[in-house]
């Protein structure tokens, strides 16, 4: 264990952001905000996390869950303050405390590591991670007098000359616990937004003549705070071009990176191809030699090696190695595709199972089935498997052989080997090695239709 203990300040309602959801619940590649902080400071060994809460805390309690422990503050005072609410929680031997703001996802935690290993070396009281922004507008900006950190100072509150300053706070801190108790009890509000601001902490320690130090984070980019939507979409960017240029490092091909999206849990094996427009998110796990893409929609599935995935929406499906999928297939949660299935345009599957080398090629309707090995089924054939109350399940058995355009009302078994013609509606059962046709018997009329041309002649 590196640290004491982390504080995460989550309190605020994000104004800025214009929304029923609390700012710390806004989703980047596909994780909540707050999410990628409390995972950066656990990488760096922390065990004790205390997050403060309050607008819609209980929200933000139930996304989380018990693996933090909770402060709330009731009234959003500001950030020294919030940090106070958290204190009763804190015992002195814990010696000192990181502080970071719910709202900097994009922080690494190298850049954790760096601030804390600045903080122990130099045995300061405070050390602050800064960083110069091209544009520091917005933020909090670091005041120096002689090189030294002398205070921060609100955007909101800073004169002309403090604007031009180009190093900002990054709201993440390292604090001697100590000093920092003593410090918060002489906040006052007494400023633009009459806050109690967490900033002052710093001039509060100089004036003690304790040590206040700045270390800067090397890429601004990290440090970026969210507060409206724009800054949400630009961080989404950051996370994506992170996510994708490690990707390739690891030995994945992605044909274009400004066309795909994807989620920071995917994970995808050596030698598989990402095409463009393609999107994969949530829990995803892809095999390695696949081609996915283009315009693949993947959550939440898993899929195996040498698979090739052109044009789908998939969702909660699990497809083994060497299938064929799309163009156009959907493939819906509880789909199970065994090793070497081919499901082909215009098909959507549901909950059902199929087995090694079954093809389903065109144009159908799989749900709540369970197919066996080696089984065709023919384009146009629908499992009626929804009466209206319930659903029934359908059952085909290995090398079956279903002709085009059939309806397998459910529940109902085709048999092992058995065969159904094309155009049937079935309602029984099909034994195995048997042919089940169901379907009106073809009249033929010679003549008819000459006999119908001419009397339209004669009219
Ligand atoms: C803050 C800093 C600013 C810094 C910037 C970095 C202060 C006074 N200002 O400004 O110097 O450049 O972050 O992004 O600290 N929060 C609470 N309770 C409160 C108020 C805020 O928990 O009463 C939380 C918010 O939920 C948020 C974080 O603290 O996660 C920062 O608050 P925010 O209002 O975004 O501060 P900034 O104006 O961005
Ligand atoms: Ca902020």
């Known amino acids: 264990m590196i640290f004491g203990c982390a504080i995460i300040l989550a309190a605020g309602k994000g104004t800025r952001m214009k929304s029923r959801l609390p700012k710390v619940l806004h989703k980047l590649g596909g994780k909540y905000m707050i999410e990628y902080v ?28 018990e693996d933090v422990l909770y402060a709330v503050q009731k009234e959003q005072l500001g950030t020294g303050h919030a940090v106070l609410t958290a204190m009763p929680h804190i015992r002195e031997e814990e010696g000192q405390v990181l502080v970071v703001c719910g709202d900097t996802p994009l922080i690494k935690p190298e850049t954790f590591k760096k601030l804390w290993d600045f903080h122990r070396e130099n045995k300061a009281a405070c050390t602050v991670l800064s960083a110069f922004l091209p544009d520091p507008a917005g933020y909090g900006r670091i005041v120096r007098e002689e090189g030294r950190v002398v205070k921060i100072v609100e955007q909101k509150d800073a004169s002309p000359e403090e604007l031009s300053i180009h190093e900002i706070n990054t709201g993440t801190y390292c604090f001697d616990l100590k000093s920092l108790r003593k410090a918060l009890t002489l906040l006052t509000p007494n400023n633009a937004q009459g806050e109690y601001y967490l900033t002052d902490v710093l001039s509060i320690l100089v004036s003690q003549g304790l040590k206040v130090k700045a270390v800067t984070a090397e890429d601004y980019q990290e440090t970026m705070g969210i507060n409206s939507r724009s800054q949400l979409a630009e961080a989404e960017k950051v996370l994506r071009e992170r996510k994708i240029y490690q990707l390739m490092d690891e030995g994945i091909t992605i044909i274009d990176p400004a066309s795909t999206y994807i989620e920071q849990d995917v994970t995808i094996g050596r030698d598989t191809v990402i095409e463009p427009f393609t999107f994969l998110r949530g829990k995803t796990i892809i095999g390695s030699e696949c081609i996915i893409g283009p315009e693949a929609d993947i959550k939440d599935s898993i899929v195996g090696n040498g698979v090739n995935v052109n044009r789908t929406v998939m969702i909660e499906a699990s497809v083994g190695d060497n299938c064929r999928i799309g163009p156009f297939a959907y493939l ?24 090694e080398h079954s093809k389903v090629p065109h144009l159908t309707y799989v749900g709540d089935a369970e197919v066996g090995k080696n089984v065709n089924i023919g384009c146009g054939t629908i499992t009626c498997n929804y009466d209206g109350k319930h659903k029934y399940r359908t059952i085909i058995k290995d090398r079956a052989f279903i002709g085009s355009n059939t309806n397998l009302v459910a529940p109902v078994e085709v048999g092992e080997g058995a065969m159904i013609g094309a155009g049937s509606t079935v309602t029984k059962d099909v034994p195995p090695d048997g042919l089940a046709v169901a379907r009106e018997k073809q009249v033929n009329i010679p003549g008819w239709a000459a006999r119908k041309r001419k009397q339209q002649e004669e009219k």
């Open 38 to 65: 409390i995972n950066g400071v656990r990488e760096l060994g922390v065990e004790k996390l205390i997050a403060v809460i309050g607008h819609e805390a209980e929200m933000v309690r139930q996304a989380l869950g």
């Open 332 to 355: 819906r949660p509880g789909t199970k595709l065994s090793h070497n299935v081919k499901i082909g345009d215009f098909v959507e599957i549901k909950k059902s199972n199929i087995g």
